[in-house]
């Protein structure tokens, strides 16, 4: 993907995030975070200091808009930093593969199993510290199974209905 | 010399992401701290912008129901105004002119939320006053149905509210009945429609469908500033540890327009704190 097309999507789903999506409250409580969509959209690179970077500042970013101190930056760069370990287990990449990575070119279940891994290892230390006591874990895992439902859902259908503008 | 460059080079992606890990964790315990500077906090000017043009937007889809709110509001003061008129007679009352005499306590500042939060554990506001309305630190915020929240960060033109469906927020409060028993207000997390009042010594009795008001006990709330109806008790009547549920009568996912109360006697009434305490 075009650098300034990339930018402009993350720009958009940051927008979509912060003003529209943290105000779902389904069921009074659970919101998607589709911004996890980051981590899937930023092109793989063998240097990791960018990509590192950049996930703990746009987490950061929703921290700033949610009040919520660190808990995205936190758990994003968490999610980002596993990136490369599921994808290996997965599509059984390297290095030399990274350039020409492309999720329209794998097959739907394994592209399935590895958004769906991180979206709930993303969601499962968001919540977490967003509860900060573990005194509570039904209603993490809970929470957690439903909003990283809603997230998957957004994902996918959203990824669907742009496959063809985008190559990503 | 040389094995510590290598260990370095192995793990460098590793140790950038413990570098930046501990700081997402500092900026986290430092969030749950009520008397520390926010770093991350959405009053800051360019956040607080953002949310100032999309409350702008939003505005306009509630005026209708934010004007009956605000007549209705009118209503009651206009009468409790007459009320008091007729209570004082003019011609039996000393009429001061000496303003040295004169002493206010409170002032309201009115304002409005521009970003409203109420799902997550610790909730936080956003309104649209700040440094230059002369808001501070450990401020009041009200509206004409009951308590909101405290404010906690202020920059120049906004002002992060600590909201009372926020782990960390404790607010002295009492019931309206005749005893001056009084305990904490605390909310679990749970309903945010649904606070609870906590630590009321085991003597104070409470009925379903008593009032609740603040205390005054604090230099923060003014005494008698409306919180909710009391709904069930938690434990027997006579347990040391009595819960007391309590429904708002703020629909704390429906708010607009508030109030900032300016203590004048803050340092005051703090100063004669510390030195009792001496």
Redesign the interface.
């Known amino acids: 993907m075009n650098k300034a097309i990339l930018f402009t999507w993350l720009v958009f789903i940051f927008l979509l995030q912060v003003f529209v999506l943290n105000n779902i409250n389904f069921f009074g409580y659970v919101n998607p975070y589709l911004y996890i969509s980051f981590l899937f959209l930023f092109p793989l690179n063998k240097n990791r200091y960018p990509f590192l970077g950049c996930c703990f500042f746009y987490g950061l970013g929703i921290d700033f808009f949610s009040d919520t101190g660190g808990i995205h930056a936190f758990s994003l760069l968490f999610a980002g930093y596993f990136r490369l370990m599921f994808l290996r287990i997965f599509f059984k990449k390297t290095q030399i593969d990274y350039l020409l990575f492309s999720f329209q070119k794998e097959s739907f279940g394994l592209v399935f199993n590895y958004v769906v891994t991180l979206t709930f290892i993303h969601h499962f230390i968001l919540i977490s510290l967003d509860n900060f006591n573990f005194q509570d874990m039904g209603s993490i895992f809970l929470n957690t199974f439903y909003s990283g439902s809603l997230t998957l859902i957004l994902y996918f259908l959203g990824s669907y209905l742009f496959r063809k503008k985008q190559i990503g | 010399m040389q094995q510590l460059v290598y260990f370095l080079r192995k793990y460098r ?2 140790l ?2 413990l570098c ?2 501990t ?10 701290s009520f008397h520390r500077s926010k770093f ?3 009053a ?1 000017s360019i ?1 607080g912008g ?2 100032h043009n ?1 409350s702008a937007i939003s505005d306009y889809f509630q005026l209708a129901e934010e004007n009956k709110r605000l007549v209705a509001e009118n209503n009651e003061l206009i009468n409790r105004n007459e009320q008091l008129l007729k209570i004082i007679d003019s011609s039996k009352t000393f009429l001061s002119k000496d303003t040295l005499k004169y002493h206010q306590q409170y002032k309201y500042i009115s304002g409005k939320i521009q970003k409203n ?6 909730n ?1 506001l ?1 309104i649209n006053l700040g440094k230059s309305d002369h808001i501070s630190k450990e401020m009041a915020v009200i509206n004409s149905k009951g308590i909101i929240g405290i404010t906690e960060h202020v920059s120049n033109h906004y002002t ?1 509210v600590q909201s009372i469906l926020n ?1 960390n927020s404790s607010i002295s409060a009492k019931l309206k009945n005749n005893s001056n028993h009084m305990g904490n207000l605390k909310w679990d ?1 749970k ?2 429609n649904i606070v609870q009042l906590e630590g009321l010594p085991r003597q104070a009795k409470v009925e379903k469908g008593d009032t609740i008001i603040t205390s005054g006990n604090s230099a923060i709330f003014p005494e008698g500033i409306l919180i909710g109806t009391a709904i069930n008790v938690i434990g027997t009547q006579t347990s040391v540890n009595k819960v007391v549920n309590i429904q708002l009568f703020n629909d704390m ?1 429906d708010l607009k327009n508030i109030y900032v109360i300016t203590n004048f006697d803050k340092i005051e009434i703090r100063n004669i704190e510390l030195n009792a305490d001496e």
Request: hydrophobic share 40%; proline share 0%.
């Open positions: 992606f590793f950038f992401f930046l890990e700081i997402a964790m500092g900026l986290i315990i430092n969030n749950h991350v906090s959405s800051n956040v953002f949310y999309s939060q109420y799902s997550s554990i610790n936080f956003n992060r782990q997390g309903d945010y996912s």
